[in-house]
């Protein structure tokens, strides 16, 4: 089993910057939940920690390939990018979705691959009516912070998932990039189409890391190095631009929604603070993986390295980009 998320924060007045998530016509308060993504994922401006823990806890399942850490520290990165992801698309799923799918009145939704919990645990915040379950292949929830309405399973999507046919009126998956062989997206995009209901919906989220074309900075350089990493996992770092096909090809579908997000690192809005620091803190979380591929040998040039990406997203030139993908099953 892994580490459980059991770090509480308070935050600075300073630190935060917009206490609302939602369009500004909204008068919500951040939750304590969202007070995690803000002092973890606070200003790029501040201090930036580039000390590479000497032990990072790794997925141990065989048949994954991956390659990211699941301990605490990966669980918080993953809460603060929950959170940039929110900002970018305005909200946990797609208005498309809230035009079928009436949540306020319940509904029964799963996230596989959910990790921690981040996605669910703020989709209960905006609709505590539904029923919500969550599945992945090792369980690293703390169950004593999830509310009553959740329930988890350990479940792999290249295997049968743990729940009946046609079971959900909504199925949420994002940022399986670094765990699908290229080859296994089908096969997982028809078992996410089986356990959903005739008529309901299912939304992917995933990476389109295209190279730059800019070529002499430390973005491209770790870039480069996760392209070069994903090849050797025979993993297809632009899946999110063939997601849609892969959602067409599998059948019993309607295409509801299908849109893209370009997001460049330095403009400094909060989104993009969010992603550039996620993907610094990705780089340091896999330093051990990613560093040989671009000839950092020691722990010094793997810290200068890390203070070069990040004067570089925020200053010079870096992205993130996203597809999202809304399918309807048809029966």
């Known amino acids: 089993m892994g580490n459980r998320l059991t770090k509480t924060y308070s935050i600075p007045k300073e630190n935060i910057e917009n206490k609302h998530i939602r369009e500004p016509s909204s008068t919500r308060v951040m939750t304590d939940f969202e007070q995690i993504s803000y002092t973890e994922s606070a200003s790029s401006e501040s201090a930036f920690d580039t000390t590479i823990p000497s032990q990072r806890e790794f997925h141990q399942v065989q048949q ?3 390659w990211l850490p699941k301990d605490d520290e990966e669980q918080l990165r993953l809460t603060g990018q929950h959170f940039a992801f929110k900002e970018t698309f305005g909200g946990n799923v797609m208005p498309s979705v809230t035009e079928l799918i009436k949540f306020d009145n319940g509904a029964c939704v799963l996230d596989v691959g959910c990790g921690s919990g981040a996605w669910v645990m703020d989709m209960i915040s905006d609709y505590p009516n539904c029923d919500y379950h969550g599945c992945d292949i090792v369980d690293v929830v703390n169950t004593d912070m999830m509310p009553k309405q959740f329930t988890f399973k350990i479940g792999n999507i290249l295997e049968t998932l743990p729940y009946e046919d046609n079971t959900f009126d909504f199925v949420h998956m994002r940022l399986m990039i670094f765990a699908l062989r290229e ?3 089908p096969g997982a995009i028809k078992e996410l189409l089986r356990v959903t209901k005739p008529g309901g ?9 295209e190279m730059p074309a800019k070529q002499d900075d430390a973005f491209y350089k770790s870039v480069y190095a996760v ?3 994903c090849a050797q996992r025979s993993q297809n770092p632009r899946i999110g631009g063939e997601i849609e096909r892969i959602v067409r090809e599998a059948g ?3 295409i509801i929604d299908s849109q893209f997000r370009f997001n460049d690192t330095t403009t400094k809005t909060n989104a993009a603070k969010k992603l550039a620091w996620s993907w610094i803190n990705g780089v340091k979380s896999t330093i051990s993986v990613l560093g040989p591929v671009i000839g950092l040998e020691n722990e010094y040039d793997q810290r200068d390295f890390l203070r070069e990406l990040k004067h570089c997203m925020e200053n010079i030139s870096g992205y993130f980009n996203v597809n999202v993908v809304v399918a309807q099953k048809t029966a």
């Open 64 to 66: 994954s390939t991956y």
């Open 183 to 185: 080859d296994e997206w």
């Open 201 to 209: 919906l299912v939304q992917i989220v995933d990476a389109n890391i």
């Open 227 to 229: 392209h070069q990493t």
């Open 252 to 254: 019993n579908t309607n």
